[in-house]
């Protein structure tokens, strides 16, 4: 069993993902996707069984035909191959071509089956008396019909392979183009990174073949290369495997960077933020959040720091001051900011400040908090991140916090702003 562990790991790892999926495949057999990505999944699982030399040995003994299993294998790998093309030809087409995606298909198709049956009988034309389960390959390079049937093999596996890469590597220069990296969505960032994995696992399985045609070639010229094969069989399963990640990607991907990824992203985005309204202590008798258990997903814990953080701000309003704020923004726009920026400066500066002077028991103002809020909507009206913009803002500013450079006497019920005076309009909300 030791000997084929190489080939039963992945083979249980394939089978455990075929029969979770199994469901799946029964409601949607109809869907020509669903059947190409099981198929994807259960034909390795296969190949890699057939693959193992204890396998290979039973298979022997159980038929009677000596070296069977590596028929097989050749015919699995061949089918898996195409049916690699088939899903990616899916994936690809274009609704409104429908009748040229199942020409194209059914191409593929009777071109894997024209394959299959010449390597069947190339295989009964030959003669393999001796059973070679890790040597099959160079150990018979030189036999009439196996030898034709190898390079038959191998070219189908190559061509397969360099069609794979060329279609994703296509693919993924379309989606390129057509979007911007930052601005990409959740399917297209997956299915971008899927088709990168494929480029790489396409290209493994085309140096798979030519390295196994280049060791056949040498045993033509009189030359012993069969150390390969050993080296080759442990290539094949990693290959095998970037495959089936890149197949799985585009499906799981999108669910991956929605619920994980980009609220992990948004929580570092945070940190200066989120430390700023720890460090502030809130009002005695406040209502707070409970804060998500430990074993909440991202998701739950942005929705938390999100939620307290808008608390945090409508707590201060009264606290705020408009000349921090606009103080801020000018400076930054003189600095070279941009508007987005230079904005989210103001706010962070004027937040800052308030917590400030909310920590001295500085008297509140009903009219601060009022432009406070104003402020705050004009901003979030050209800025859908504008608590990422913030928290950059605190990360960024100079020696310390953005309202530690601001004069006590410049907060609110210290002569700030007194009221009926006539006020500057509110520039955080031009874009």
Known sequence: M????NYYIPAAVLGL??????????RGWRDPTVRAVNALLLLPCAGFLFSAPPTVTAVNRITGVSNLSALLVHCIM???????????????????????????????????AVVIAALVGLFILGDVPLE???????????????????????????????ATTGLCWSWMRDIGRKADPEERTALETSLWVGLL??????????????????????????????????????????SGTVIGVGLLVPAYGPGLIDRVWRPLLSL????????????????????????????????????????????????????????????????????GAGEREAVAAGLAAMFTAAGD?????????????????????????????????ISRALAVEPGADPGRRTPVREHVGEGAHPRGAPRRPLRSGRR
């Not at 030791?2 to 562990?5: E, I, N």
């Not at 993902?17 to 029964?26: G, T, Y």
């Open 268 to 335: 570092a985005a945070l940190r200066p933020l989120w430390r700023l309204v720890r460090r502030s202590r809130p009002t005695p008798g406040r209502t707070m959040f409970l804060p998500p258990s430990w074993y909440a997903g991202p998701e739950q814990v942005l929705l938390y720091r999100m939620t307290t953080i808008h608390d945090w701000m409508l707590e201060l309003g009264g606290h705020c001051s408009d000349a921090v704020r606009e103080r801020a923004y000018r400076e930054s726009r003189v600095r």
């Open 132 to 162: 070679r389960p890790r040597d099959f390959d160079t150990y018979y390079a030189t036999t009439p019909f196996v030898s034709e049937m190898l390079v038959l093999y191998l070219l189908a596996y190559v061509a397969a392979g360099v």
């Open 2 to 5: 030791q000997d084929g562990a």
């Open 17 to 26: 993902a075929v029969l979770v999926k199994s469901p799946a495949l029964v």
């Open 197 to 238: 994995v494929l480029v790489v696992g396409g290209l493994g399985n085309v140096i798979f073949g030519l390295v196994k045609l280049t060791a056949i070639a040498a045993r033509w010229a009189g030359r012993d290369w069969d150390a390969l094969n050993g080296v080759l069989s442990h290539f094949m399963s990693a």
């Open 357 to 389: 002077a909310r920590a001295r028991e500085a008297p509140a103002s009903a009219e601060e908090g009022v432009l406070a809020a104003a402020a705050v909507r004009a901003a979030e009206a050209g800025d859908r991140d504008l608590l990422g913009s």
């Open 78 to 112: 061949t089918a898996y191959a195409c049916a690699s093309l088939v899903l990616l030809v899916h994936w690809r087409a274009d609704p409104a071509e429908s009748v040229r995606t199942r020409r194209c298909v059914r191409a593929w198709k009777a071109g894997c």
